[in-house]
């Protein structure tokens, strides 16, 4: 009978444990399948051969052009989000990651039209079937792409590549900047012996057009207290059938892990990928129709660009992530902290999952160690074990353009991969203080003959 009593004792506080464990999961159904749904996608993936190539840069990766993204940033104003100032505020102040160029134009926000309180739509937002809820829920995109049309967004990202006035007019003083950025002393002394010199440059950073992009983040805010609360419950009514002498260890067990996991907030975020169309045809009719300088200002091509639909933004996808920050105790953060915290986690965890989903959108960082390899991704950038980055080398051919040549492929070291995640004093989902690293940046594995400055761009 005692032995029973302990097996029983054991299964219940294993039942409270679980239910503790997944707190985060608790809270969005949705989520969870497709969390689901993705590590079954990157199983099948990591079981196929990679064959080392970069299909969409060139048959057997010979010559890969390389021009650095530009990227401007939104957020979807949702009224009922919980902590909705706290949350635009981080959103606002957290920087465009540095391996893009920061296009951020003057608005952030967008705002979503308040919905329909009026008898008949609740009574038909009633009626809806669980299935059409959880379509709903994922997809914001057409709302989004309104905005877009409505508030002239392609087109302000592109009076902001050509630097246009208050007046109209156009110029090339950012497009130069930014094509002559890529390029280093050694490659512009190379293109001065060109006929064209840094002009081809200059002309070069137009290609830089195509490569912008707006990444739109929708938030969903939960406190972790009632997921916790719950769980609480659960494992205090299975306490309640066990003997009066056991139940005193289960209720101080579940009563500890309660505490650790209601501090804290589950931050849930989708986040759509949109890229600027800028097409030869399209660059055809802007330079023909509607260009013009300060000098020679023209009142019917300054209307047709504010008014045209040349330009559009077309969506690429969207991903998921979320950020569980729980564990904390009373005195390590403010609440307000801890809100920032979860805020800029899962916009870190997003951006990775694009980076990781649409090639496009894959950043390339520099080598910045041959002893030992190694390159300034880390978990931030969510590098994992099995990555493989192919090196790139910088060429500038005879026309004075910047090409990009690859020279091998690494390997992630699973064993060091950076973490640039973690700050000092920060404790894991188990209140246990985070171990920070030696290590500065991830070490790669492979073979080669390398040199700081060469690129690192994910293959797989």
Known sequence: ?????????????????????????????????????????????????????IHKSGKKGEVAKYRRSSLHTMIIEDAKLPKIELILK???????????????????????????????????????????????????????????????VANKMMAKWFNRSEKGGFNMNLIGERGIYDASAQDAAAANSTERG???????????????????????????????????????????????????????????????????????????????????????????????????IDAAKKEMFDNTDLFQLKLLGFQKAKALVTGLSKDSQDESAIVEKATIKSINAVYAKLQRKFEAFRTKTPLVSVDPMGGKSGLKEGVEK??????????????????????GVLTVDKKNIWDNVSEEGEVD??????????????????????????????IN
């Open 1 to 53: 009978m005692f032995n029973s009593q302990i097996i029983n004792l054991k299964s219940i506080t294993k039942v409270g444990l679980v239910a503790f464990m997944f707190v985060g999961v608790q809270v969005n159904e949705t989520y969870a399948q497709e969390e689901k749904k993705e590590k079954k996608e990157k199983k099948e993936k990591k079981e196929k051969k990679d064959d080392g190539k």
């Open 90 to 152: 981080t959103f606002n102040a957290a920087p465009v990651p540095d391996k893009y160029n920061d296009h951020t134009i003057e608005n952030k926000m967008i705002t979503v039209a308040p919905a329909d309180t009026s008898a008949e739509a609740v009574a038909a937002e009633a009626e809806k079937s669980k299935k059409e809820k959880k379509a709903e829920d994922k997809d914001m995109s057409p709302e989004i792409s309104q905005f877009f049309a409505d508030n002239k």
């Open 198 to 296: 840094e002009a081809m440059l200059a002309d070069a950073g137009e290609e830089l057009i195509g490569n912008s992009f707006v990444v739109v983040h929708h938030t969903k805010f939960v406190s972790n207290e009632v997921a916790a609360a719950a769980a609480y419950s659960i494992a205090k009514a299975s306490a309640a059938k066990l003997p009066a002498m056991a139940q005193k260890g289960v209720l101080a067990g579940a009563e500890k892990l309660y505490e650790k996991a209601r501090q804290g907030y589950s931050v849930w975020t989708t986040a759509y990928l949109y890229q600027l169309q800028f097409t030869d045809s399209i660059s055809a009719v802007f330079y023909q129709n509607m260009w013009m300088d300060d000098s020679n």
């Open 386 to 407: 099995g990555d493989k980055y192919e090196v790139l080398e910088k060429q500038i051919d005879a026309d004075g353009k910047v090409k990009w040549k690859r020279k």
């Open 429 to 458: 989902e188990e209140g246990n203080p985070v171990k920070k690293q030696d290590i500065t940046f991830t070490h790669f594995k492979g073979k080669g003959k390398y040199y700081p400055g060469m690129l690192l761009r994910q």
